[in-house]
């Protein structure tokens, strides 16, 4: 989780009563590098962080409208940081319409100064060895250190963790 998600999940629990942080437990991500059960618990450790006490955090198995419809939930909120999320959201949205018209998707923009964030761009910046505190909250940052630790063969080696450059010699 980066700080443009917690942004969107800070501001989301500001417009409604009740908010769940749905987790999708199995995804077409292969490069994810915490399971379904660590990736919860950060989120819980946020969230408690913060101390948001009208959210709640629960795995996403089934497709999302069939969840919406067991938790009795009437909207989505997604997250768009620039034109090229649009596209994929937008199929998304109405996609999920024909399936569950009841369920409305609603887009949030993140705040600028995480808009240009990525879950990739983070793993790949730790994987070298960089620093990750500007792009996730803290419990995120900690549960990075200590997955690389106990797995060193993730790593990419040539990371400086400093501030060399493509340009040194």
Do not use: W
């Not at 399936?99 to 808009?115: G, R, W």
């Amino acid at each position: 989780m980066t700080k443009g998600h917690f942004d969107l999940i800070r501001r989301s629990a500001g417009l409604f009563d009740r908010l769940i942080v749905a987790v999708a437990g199995v995804s077409p991500k292969p490069t994810r590098l915490f399971g379904i059960e660590e990736r919860l618990a950060m989120v819980r450790e946020c969230l408690e962080e913060e101390g948001l006490a009208n959210v709640s955090v629960e795995p996403l198995d089934c497709l999302l409208v069939a969840f919406c419809r067991k938790k009795g939930v009437r909207a989505v909120v997604r997250g768009l940081r620039a034109y090229s999320d649009f596209e994929y959201e937008f199929q998304m949205a109405l996609t999920n319409r024909q399936l569950a018209p009841e369920v409305e998707t609603l887009f949030l923009m993140p705040s600028e100064e995480h808009s240009y964030i990525t879950a990739s761009t983070v793993r790949e910046v730790a994987r070298y060895g960089g620093e990750t505190a500007h792009f996730v909250p803290g419990p995120v940052e900690r549960h990075l250190r200590e997955y690389l630790a106990r797995h060193p063969e993730q790593r990419i080696s040539g990371g400086t963790g400093g501030n060399a450059g493509a340009f040194d010699r």
